[in-house]
């Protein structure tokens, strides 16, 4: 499913890796579920694992997360926790988003560099050209000749993925000049004009 996964995430890869190594991405704190222990008659200890769990580094929190992953159970001060005894709760790295529970972490890679601004823009085009070939009515499986003019960054996509481009809208050509239905289009704040043949 990986690459599904890529395509409906919109993402260049997808790495699976240990709990272990989620610390490089988050960093975990780990709290006593007070409700938890409650209902089990472990009030008291649930005081005394706040105040221990409070001075855990977070490289001690991430190693008792990650036991917490595998084994389903971590010992604190001698007390032995099962998952539904323990809060874990995490805050972002620079550069990731992340989401996550008792099961693991999802991190996503925020940083952009320009090979993935060009991807973005590439794919953002593709999207209004989509878009122009639904509102013109054409069959999913008809092709098409395009006109693309625009401005420096429309210039750079099309010179590195212009058969990718033609590919994906099922285009005979991409060409500068323009015939048939044409529309302006706001593709990430470049305006790129566009138009569309149905290619005989």
């Not at 926790?81 to 996550?100: C, H, N, P």
């Not at 693991?104 to 991807?119: K, N, P, S």
Request: hydrophobic share 40%.
């Amino acid at each position: 499913m990986i690459d599904t996964m890529k395509e409906e995430l919109n993402v260049l890869a997808i790495h699976f890796v240990p709990a272990s190594r989620a610390r490089e991405f988050v960093e975990y704190q780990l709290k006593p579920n007070f409700r938890s222990l409650g209902q089990k008659g472990r009030g008291k200890e649930a005081q005394m694992l706040k105040g221990a769990m409070g001075k855990l580094s977070t490289e001690q929190a991430a190693t008792l997360n990650a036991q917490l992953v595998s084994d389903g159970k971590i010992t604190v001060e001698g007390v032995e926790l099962a998952a539904e005894d323990v809060e874990v709760a995490f805050t972002t790295k620079e550069g990731f988003a992340a989401a996550g529970d008792r099961v693991g972490v999802v991190a996503l890679e925020t940083a952009l560099d320009d090979h993935l601004r060009e991807l973005g823009f590439l794919r953002e085009l593709q999207s209004r050209v989509q878009a122009m070939r639904k509102d013109m009515g054409l069959e999913f499986t008809d092709r098409i000749v395009l006109g693309l003019s625009g401005g420096p960054r429309l210039a750079a996509v099309l010179s590195k993925y212009k058969d990718d481009l033609a590919r994906e809208v099922l285009a005979t050509a991409i060409e500068p000049s323009h015939a048939g239905d044409e529309r302006e289009a706001d593709v990430e704040g470049e305006s790129v004009k566009m138009s569309m043949l149905r290619a005989s």
